[in-house]
């Protein structure tokens, strides 16, 4: 950090002439000096010397030319002691001195002058290092000031330009405890508010809290898990919520303002506050108009049939003696005019459904994302443990609308029930993708199930019930056995999938296909020994596993690549536990290659700073400690692991079951065994493909149905899985052989 300079009037490069000053004498001069003197005597010592000889042996002459050479030899060797001890050693002063003034700008201790080098001139020594370190001092002062002013401005700017982009909306600044910093006249008007909203107060006793709390918590772990830098909408969200009164219905959009994390520091970036804009979306005369329509055809549409119908019930009812040919006449036209009101009804509600979803704000969710905060909500009030489980998915819907539902019906079920425990997963279907909420117990009856459409959803704008939520996103609910788990039931709840899921995925998928890992066979590693003891003959679908992928630099661990990301996920009976993951970046010590970024997106900026993998390891080998590791194509992420194992201190040694082998077996040598081309032929959505953790949830998902078929063909135990896996090994050894 330099001076601040001063402004002093005069043009670049001029110097600032002192008032009364004598112009000091220039250090060549004094050398000039010496010299013209001694010169000058020694001229003078010549021509006497020179007179001396004309005069034939003066002693007067010759007195004076011995003493003028002796003066001049004395001012010359004075020179030279004044030049050597002297000018020298204040120029070299001088120069260092000039150095540290250039110096580095931290710490409190400038840099130092040698003092024993500067003999005489140690005084002058001393002082420079005195003013070293006070310059040091005011070097650090104003580094702080300086830095701290950069802050607070960053910061006023970010929030300035957060109001002026939104100023056509109502927009309102808060802090991260909700109290408003700034406001504009528009927010006033929607809130329908007179006077002033007042600096301070809480946003809370304006608007429903539950939506503003939910959006802030939506965003807060999004950033801790640093989704942010890659999410579509960035640090902002969107949520519906109302006035306290109920009157108005708003539409808002959030967006955080952070502060980074101190320069070295791992921890994420923390919300200070946050920018709301709001929209009256009660004022939208569209929607309102296309709702009075369907009133009036639910209402005088439905009037002429309704008359029709009841004067022949009231005809047949009044003449009970008519003959069958005019019997049937009123039957028919009752037929006629049932068929006519059920084909109204059905325009009406399909209509209607399509108003209330058209209008509702909504946005596309990642399924994980929506589970957890679930589970926040459950473990807020207590009383039961909700687990994801599953596939990720990407769905289309009402964020808040949806976890308020699922929290409701978490009660709901518990208190028909008794079930604490529950799983919470998102399942791909055709057109839907199905929100299972599962519990060991019976099934809600269809008839509960419909008593409880009509209850109110506590926290919900605008009291919102549960059947409106369903509406909103054209769905219903029904309950039923698991089928598979006995003694399981579930709630269904069927939402739209995703109208354009995150490109990101889409890329990395279309790169996966084009750029697959080769087929590794590592006979070595391969070909594993039958599990001892009674795990060997444990069935598969009972044992614990986890699944895991790795990302690397390169496809060659033995000319120095290396990993850069481990992950994994636990699956336990049967269920893929989405909330047991191991996921963590490794600083490969080396450069990523450019062309193997867009395989896997990770960056030399996103592993600095990242632990070593010998680091890593041991947590890693103590999460899958106990379980049956599961891999696809595992020899390629065995081989990495495997080479680090002496510098980490840790073996892998567990049975290891890969699903590129098992596909062998199952499907035969001949035809696609990538994940991809697997998961395609089972009907697998592949959701975040390329990243590990991604690829280890597809593995997980790849696997489970593989043991269902492995089941079918006999193979039901460990051993069974591992011998068959053996035979594929030694085959594929016998063709390379030839």
Known sequence: MTLPAIDTGLPAGEAVPPKTATPPLPRRMIPLAFRLVGGGLAALSVGLAWALRNAEGDPLLTYAVVMTGALAAGIW????????????????????????????????????????????????????????????VVRRDIARAVAESTAGAEEQKTRLAAVL????????????RHQILLYNQTALDILHLTGDLGLGRSLLHVVVAEPVTHTLERLTLRIREGRHRNHEHGTTAQFVGSTTDGRILLEGRMSAILQDAEEGSEEPPVITGYVVTLSDATSELAALGQRDALLREATEGFRAPIANLRAAVETLYDNPDLGPKDRAAFESAMLESTDA?????????????????????????????????????????????????????????????????????????????GATAFDLGAEAGDRWVYLDLVWRGVPVPSATLDGWLDRPLPGAPGGLSVGDVLQHHRSTAWSEPVPDREGFARLRVPVPPALSP?????????????????????????????????????????????????????????????IIQIAAVRVVGGRILTGETFNALVDPKRPIPAESIPFHGITDAMVAGQPAVEALLPQFRAFVSGAVMVAHNAAFDLKFLKMKERAAGVAFDGPVLDTMLLSRMLLGNDGDHTLDGIAERLGIAVVDRHTALGDSLVTAAVFL?????????????????????????ELAARERAF
């Not at 009402?398 to 709901?412: E, Q, T």
């Open 705 to 729: 149905r593989m043991v269902e078929m492995l089941r079918e063909r006999g193979v039901r135990t460990l051993d069974d899985a591992i011998r068959g896996a053996n035979i594929l090994v």
């Open 502 to 562: 995150p490109s990101a995925h889409t890329h990395a998928h279309s790169h996966a296909r084009a750029g697959a890992r080769p087929e590794f066979f590592d006979f070595g590693l391969l070909h594993q020994p039958l599990a001892t003891s009674a795990l060997g003959q444990t069935p598969l679908d009972r044992l614990h596993y986890v699944v895991f992928d790795t990302e690397t630099t390169g496809l060659s661990p033995s000319t120095g690549d290396e």
């Open 165 to 176: 982009r939104d100023l056509h909306e109502g927009v309102l600044v808060c802090n991260s």
């Open 341 to 417: 009101l059920s084909q109204r009804l059905e325009r009406v509600t399909t209509a209607y459904r399509g108003v209330v979803t058209g209008s509702w704000p909504m946005s596309d969710i990642h399924s994980n994302n929506l589970i957890t905060l679930v589970r926040h909500r459950i473990a807020a009030s207590g009383g039961a443990e909700v687990t994801p489980t599953g596939l990720p998915q990407w769905v289309h819907g009402d964020s808040h609308g949806l976890v308020v539902l699922f929290g409701h019906l978490v009660d709901s079920v518990r208190e028909l029930t």
């Open 77 to 136: 060797l004075l020179w030279l002691a004044v030049d050597r001890w002297l000018l020298r050693a204040a120029e070299t002063l001088s120069r260092e001195a000039g150095l540290i003034a250039h110096g580095n700008a931290e710490g409190a201790v400038g840099g130092r002058v040698p003092l024993a080098r500067y003999g005489d001139l140690v005084p002058i020594a001393r002082a420079v290092n005195d003013l070293s370190d006070k310059l040091a």
